[in-house]
T-cell receptor, first 108, second 113 residues
Framework: SQQGEEDPQALSIQEGENATMNCSYK?????LQWYRQNSGRGLVHLIL?????REKHSGRLRVTLDTSKKSSSLLITASRAADTASYFC????????FGAGTRLTVKP | EAGVAQSPRYKIIEKRQSVAFWCNPI?????LYWYQQILGQGPKLLIQ????????DSQLPKDRFSAERLKGVDSTLKIQPAKLEDSAVYLC???????????FGSGTQLSVL
């Protein structure tokens, strides 16, 4: 398939813990993007990382990119109940196609 | 800055009927996307426009779905005739360009009975 593939499919953690989710893709990219979707709503852009970047931070979010392995990871530190959502990745090389996402549940 | 506007928010129709969704992207955004999201799945790209030209419609079921983007601004997505499996949320997104971040609308939830 051409879209990014997120892993794991589901993740359940306690508030305060860190959450890590992964994305793999198949072709060379210029950038990779992560999005969040709260139940029943549109997706919200979180962070964009370019192919010449290895790591990027935004608040409690940390994204890494390994172009040799064609993979990226999203780390959410000190998670909160409000982080409960589905998280998706997409790359420019696949015309912004999304995978099935990782469903994160943060328990208070 | 106004976001991506979609209407209607909800739509209930019977199978074999027709339905149309409307999307108004953020002003100045050249690229517009339509996605179909079935419950529990990720958004599936149906069609991508660059201005008023189609970039990718490889996953659009062209026997029943059609989309247009007149004058490179607003867009409509039509289903005719609808099937039960078309029940989903239809999301519109726009971006400045093809490699830029996407801004999504709230979606239209379609139920086909």
């Amino acid at each position: 398939s051409q879209q990014g593939e997120e892993d794991p499919q589901a993740l359940s953690i306690q508030e305060g813990e860190n959450a890590t989710m992964n994305c793999s893709y198949k072709t060379s990219i210029n950038n990779l993007q992560w999005y969040r979707q709260n139940s029943g709503r549109g997706l919200v852009h979180l962070i964009l990382i370019r192919s010449n970047e290895r790591e990027k931070h935004s608040g409690r979010l940390r994204v890494t990119l390994d172009t040799s392995k064609k993979s990226s990871s999203l780390l959410i530190t000190a998670s909160r109940a409000a982080d409960t959502a589905s998280y998706f990745c997409a790359t420019d090389a696949n015309d912004m196609r999304f995978g099935a996402g990782t469903r994160l549940t943060v328990k208070p | 800055e106004a976001g991506v506007a979609q209407s209607p928010r909800y739509k209930i129709i019977e199978k074999r009927q027709s339905v149309a969704f409307w999307c108004n992207p953020i002003s100045g955004h050249a690229t517009l996307y339509w996605y179909q999201q079935i419950l529990g799945q990720g958004p599936k790209l149906l069609i991508q426009f660059q201005n008023n030209g189609v970039v990718d419609d490889s996953q659009l079921p062209k026997d029943r779905f059609s989309a247009e983007r007149l004058k490179g601004v607003d867009s409509t997505l039509k289903i005719q005739p609808a099937k039960l499996e078309d029940s989903a949320v239809y999301l519109c997104a726009s971006s400045l360009g093809r490699r830029e971040k996407l801004f999504f609308g709230s979606g239209t939830q379609l139920s086909v009975l």
